[in-house]
């Protein structure tokens, strides 16, 4: 007697399902329009402009880029505690070798982005070969970054002379395009390269099966080492372009700098995992996720509130983030598991 096939699931269970779904894919995105909209009515003549729009994309574009660069190592399951570190030592770096090394710009910044290129490679052979848990590792090379950091600068400033920088090297930030400032579509163009080879392109599969199972991954032929590396190779090249737009903004070596940028990044990236592509990193995600942290830090901010009140609103973002993160991973895995059982498992006639 052959076995019938599964029952067909009711209408009302069909519509739970497309409703859960909308909800986790686009509610963070829901959640940024109404805020948007909620400070746009209580402070109609300062935050629904174009100069206060111009100004949060440029405040908020390098913790953009750091954000994104946190996610292709998130997608194997890793975590770069490093990319604070190496955003400062980047910073530094650069303003060392265009201020008082005397190098041309072009080619700094070119050294500048390989050599987080570098780095990243190091963070992910040490990861890897050393079999060290990526939050020690990570932390750890970043603290030689940060020892690196102080180094060069021997714990001062560097300061450009009284001609300043060169102007084709500060217009990296400050010059505009089609009216917004141009590090916006830095970001926009990041957002869409990591899409694709996140989505579109067997190496983004091959992350996202290391992310969910190693193991299984090596099983399939995947190099897991290879692929990790290479994502930690990614994460790198873009936390030493942000070094360099970082110096760009800034226009003087601060050595302290980059942990400032550390909490932001990661709440933007984790935080991303909960909607678009709820349970895993996405590029669309963490853009919408930093979208919704650039409009409540403006709004907060214009609304008058204290200087503390900046890290509280990152920290207790990150904690959210972290819980909605491992909600939708848990739901992610009982949906499949249901949908395998009924499979499995036909009701009998």
Not at 49 to 74: E, F, R
Not at 164 to 171: E, Q, S
Request: aromatic fraction near 8%.
């Amino acid at each position: 007697m052959t076995p019938s096939p599964p029952p067909a699931p009711s209408l009302r269970s069909l519509l739970d399902h497309r409703f859960g779904h909308l909800i986790g894919a686009y509610g963070l995105l829901a959640l940024t329009a109404l805020l948007f909209l909620a400070f746009s009515i209580a402070l109609p003549d300062t935050f629904p402009t174009l100069d206060n729009i111009s100004a949060v994309l440029s405040n908020q574009s390098i913790p953009a880029l750091l954000a994104l660069g946190a996610t292709i190592p998130i997608a194997t399951g890793k975590f770069d505690l490093s990319i604070g570190y190496g955003l400062g030592l980047a910073h530094v770096t650069t303003m060392r070798l265009v201020v008082t090394e005397g190098w041309p710009w072009p080619l700094a910044c070119l050294v500048v982005v390989l050599g987080g290129a570098l780095v990243g490679a190091v963070n992910g052979a040490v990861v890897e070969f050393a079999r060290i848990d990526s939050f020690i590792a990570t932390l750890g090379t970043g603290s030689i970054m940060y020892a690196f950091t102080g180094w060069i600068t021997d714990g001062a400033r560097i300061v450009p002379g009284p001609h300043g920088l060169p102007v084709a090297f500060t217009d990296l930030y400050d010059s505009r395009f089609l009216g917004l400032p141009v590090s916006a579509f830095y970001v926009l163009a990041l957002t869409a390269v990591l899409w694709l080879l996140l989505e579109r392109l067997p190496l983004g599969r091959y992350l996202y099966v290391i992310g969910s199972n190693s193991r299984a991954a090596e099983l399939v032929g995947i190099p897991s080492r290879r692929y990790v590396i290479h994502a930690f190779v990614g994460s790198g090249l873009v936390v030493g372009a942000a070094g360099v737009l970082l110096a760009a903004q800034q226009q003087i070596g601060n050595p302290s700098v980059g942990m400032d940028h550390l909490l932001p990044a990661f709440v933007g990236a984790l935080l991303g995992s909960t909607t678009i592509r709820p349970g895993r990193a996405n590029a669309l995600g963490t853009l919408v996720a930093v979208t919704l942290l650039a409009i409540g830090l403006a709004g907060i901010g214009q609304l008058g509130a204290r200087f503390w009140v900046t890290p509280l609103f990152n920290g207790t973002t990150l904690l959210i983030a972290v819980g909605l993160a491992g909600y939708a991973a848990r739901r992610q895995l009982r949906r499949r598991r249901t949908d395998s059982s009924r499979t499995r498992h036909p009701a009998p006639r």
